[in-house]
């Protein structure tokens, strides 16, 4: 196979973790620089602060204000490693768990706070 | 034959989904004011619609992708926020009018006023969609919304005249009151026209697993369901030109708006027009808080699907849930139902160039569409269209203020 | 290259807004608008009356109705005065709210109100 163009085909693609299950897509991709070394893709990082970084400065602003606002301190960023990418298609597959990245906190806390104690929440398929 | 229960289907859902508060309100106002001169606009808006959807439904039957998960793909976050923003503004607008609808049809049954019934509504609505699927949701209250036909009869009772009609599906200039018949036109546009149906059609040909198959379905659904959909809103349009235009009634209040089907079939009229407003705008009321849903979850990456238990997708079925109490807010305050419609559907016309100028790029990527992809028929349409959406943008705003009162 | 046009847009919104609020707020709407408004009323009520007639709308409704048309004469009676300037102005305006008023009593006199 030929070459991925990393703006068309990797940025903001969806992401799946091993069990297929969605976790958010690629907001932003770092390059490691090391001495003597060419620089390489090598972590992927998923969450708001990632996203509101790129839109600029008053956009990160305003991310964190609304972030202190529910008294969040830690950023709810993921950082995966680029060797984790298991397969690239229309989804990216990554080597993780989705449950255990920080960038889920939120769908996890909803789910167990919120969602679960409304009666219908949970079970199969509807 | 399972083909063909599917293309039924899908025709009345597209039926049930034109028809809803911001038709109705602004089919009637148009007819009321201007009889017959306006159903050209209808003829533009729902041919415009019909293509949007063809293309979604296309883009998503043939590449697995819905239309919002493109967006942010193929565009960036960056430009991605721009949809997201306005498509949430102008939806958030239009669900509090279809609350309103809703509520507005139990204070004509009961008596009881309409501020009363905008949370009970909410919650009801949320029920469905907490418990409910996608199937309960699109055919549920595509079939009960079938009593919008009552309009048509109505229309033919009235018996119109079809060489005036018939002149009238081409565009004219109007002989007085300039800026309110632009007003109109461009409400019309903004209630055929809307982002969050063609988002919802996009999703849910993803959520009824639509393939490749699907394309001959995808066609007919998205063509004959919307010519039998505005063919409703113009026969709303034709009763008000029949009952109220001659009489010189401007409508004012939603409660005129029921008059012109209680005209000619009497008590079935006024029971008709309930209940079509009622199904019609709670159908609508679901559809709009899943888009939101949808283009929220789909944009950022989250699980969702209407088809999934809640705990199997926390932050999608949390968003609807919010969205959908929030929105009962505004009308529970008693905020005028008319009011808002008129302001949201010319907030809906504006907001189109973000959601439509986008989609001339995807439909001609042939690693999405393969031997898909748009012919120029299609482009040249889209084209006119794209340049229909921003002649909407910056005739909006000026239009409101001058045509607005 | 997307950022100075849309500022630009915006900017040229603000100015109309600010100068068709402005120069739109604080006036009553014009006569012939006020006097139209009622004239619609009227022929509402009229319509609404014959359709209780003819026993195709309820009384709920038509009590709506009845209300709805109450408030816009409300309404006009406050402001149609300052719209109305000359002598004829204010006759027609006096005609335009007599006719309503009688409208709301006629129907008020079918549904037995």
Request: aromatic letters at 8%.
């Amino acid at each position: 196979m030929g070459a991925l163009h990393l703006s068309h085909d990797v940025i903001d693609a969806q992401l799946v973790d091993r069990q297929q299950e969605k976790i958010g897509r690629i907001d932003e991709l770092l390059l490691e620089l090391e001495d003597g070394q060419p620089p390489r893709v090598a972590t992927i990082v998923i969450g708001g602060v990632a996203r509101a970084r790129r839109v600029g400065r008053w956009m990160l602003a305003l991310h964190r204000a609304v972030h202190a606002l529910f008294g969040h301190r830690e950023e709810q960023e993921s950082r995966v490693p680029f060797d984790a990418v298991r397969r690239i298609a229309d989804t990216i597959e990554l080597d993780v768990e989705g449950d255990a990245l920080a960038s889920m906190r939120l769908e996890r806390w909803l789910a167990t706070h919120i969602v679960l104690r409304i009666p219908g929440g949970s079970g199969e398929r509807k | 034959m399972k083909k063909w229960a599917e293309v039924a289907l899908g025709v009345v859902t597209s039926i049930g989904g034109f028809l809803e508060v911001g038709s109705i309100a602004t089919s009637a106002q148009g007819g009321a004011e201007f009889g017959y001169q306006l159903a050209w606009v209808l003829v533009l808006g729902t041919m415009s619609l019909a293509i949007l959807m063809e293309m979604t439904g296309r883009l998503a039957a043939v590449s697995q992708r819905t239309y919002a998960d493109l967006l942010r793909e193929r565009f960036g976050y960056r430009f991605f926020l721009l949809p997201l923003v306005a498509v949430f503004v102008v939806s958030l607008l239009v669900v509090i009018s279809e609350i309103g609808g809703v509520s507005i049809a139990l204070q004509i049954a009961t008596g009881i006023d309409f501020r009363w019934w905008a949370i009970p509504t909410a919650i009801v609505g949320w029920f469905l969609l907490w418990r409910g699927n996608f199937t309960i949701v699109e055919q549920g209250t595509a079939m009960l919304g079938l009593v919008a036909i009552s309009f048509a009869v109505g229309a033919l009772k009235l018996h119109p005249v079809w060489p005036t009609l018939g002149r009238a599906m081409l565009p004219s200039l109007p002989s007085h009151d300039r800026a309110r018949y632009w007003y109109l036109a461009v409400s019309i546009l903004g209630a055929s026209i809307s982002p969050y149906l063609y988002l919802f059609y996009s999703a849910g040909a993803i959520e009824d697993e639509w393939t490749i198959e699907h394309l001959g379905v995808n066609r007919v659904t998205a063509g004959m369901g919307n010519v039998f959909g505005g063919g409703l809103a113009i026969a709303t349009l034709v009763t008000a030109a029949l009952v109220l235009a001659p009489r010189e009634i401007k409508v004012d209040r939603y409660e005129q708006i029921a008059l012109v089907l209680a005209t000619p079939l009497g008590r079935a009229g006024l029971v008709f027009f309930i209940m079509t407003l009622f199904i019609t705008c709670f159908g609508a009321t679901l559809e709009i808080v899943l888009a939101m849903a949808y283009l929220l979850a789909q944009g950022l990456g989250w699980n969702w699907s209407e088809n999934l238990k809640p705990d199997k997708d926390a932050r999608f079925a949390t968003s609807y849930s919010v969205l959908i109490l929030l929105a009962a807010l505004p009308i529970a305050i008693g905020m005028d139902p008319l009011t808002l419609t008129n302001i949201s559907m010319v907030a809906t016309a504006a907001s189109l160039p973000v959601t439509v100028i986008p989609l001339f790029v995807l439909m001609n990527d042939g690693d999405l569409l393969n031997t898909h992809v748009n012919g120029w028929p299609s482009n040249l349409a889209l084209v006119v269209i794209a340049l229909l959406s921003i002649v909407l943008l910056v005739a909006a705003l000026p239009l409101q203020l001058l045509g607005g009162g | 290259m997307l950022q100075p046009a849309s500022t630009r847009t915006t900017r040229l919104y603000l100015a109309l807004t600010v100068l068709l609020v402005g120069g739109g707020c604080g006036s009553p709407p014009p006569l012939d608008k006020q006097l139209e408004t009622l004239a619609s009323w009227t022929a509402t009520m009229q319509l609404a009356k014959e359709r209780h007639g003819a026993g195709a709308i309820t009384i709920t409704y038509a009590t709506q109705l009845r209300d709805r048309a109450d408030e816009a004469f409300q309404q006009a009676s406050t402001t149609i005065g300052q719209s109305a300037q000359t002598h004829s102005d204010s006759a027609y305006a006096a005609a335009a709210l007599d006719s309503l008023r009688t409208a709301i009593r006629q129907l008020e006199a079918e549904i037995g109100s």
